[in-house]
């Protein structure tokens, strides 16, 4: 019933851009964070980034701090992934989530999560 749909990936070429969308759909619910993983080809899902709603405090892991931005929507549980200067290694499929529990801490764990979207691909090429 309730449902986040991620948007906005595709293919882009080495030090590209490109923004993720994630929205949710279905069954409306309140939540404390909004966070970002990817999964790479024979990778752990990695944590990328948060957003707790709380003063809008974001988080990012060390490999994208300064190049990507995890803003909020204007739309109710609505984030986007703004992403910059791509790498290669950026490649993956990537999944947002909902964390409708957590009242103190950033969430940066997949289990800290209780919605999550479908995936979606972020291919970075040369």
């Known amino acids: 019933q309730v449902q986040l749909v991620e948007s906005g990936g595709g293919l882009v070429q080495v030090g590209g851009s490109l923004r993720l969308s994630c929205a949710p759909a279905?069954?409306?619910?309140?939540?404390?964070?909004m966070g970002w993983f990817r999964q790479a080809p024979g990778k752990e899902r990695e944590f990328v980034a948060t957003?707790?709603?709380?003063?809008?405090?974001?988080h990012y892991i060390d490999s994208v701090e300064g190049r990507f931005t995890v803003s909020r929507g204007s739309a109710e549980n609505t984030v986007y992934l703004q992403m910059n200067s791509l790498k290669p290694e950026d490649t993956a499929v990537y999944y947002c989530?909902?964390?409708?529990?957590?009242?103190?801490?950033?969430?940066?764990?997949?289990?800290?999560?209780?919605?999550w979207g479908q995936g979606i691909q972020v291919t970075v090429s040369s």
């Open positions: 989530a909902a964390d409708t529990r957590n009242g103190g801490i950033a969430p940066l764990w997949a289990d800290e999560y209780d919605y």
């Open positions: 957003l707790v709603w709380s003063g809008n405090s974001t």
């Open positions: 279905g069954r409306t619910f309140s939540s404390y964070a």
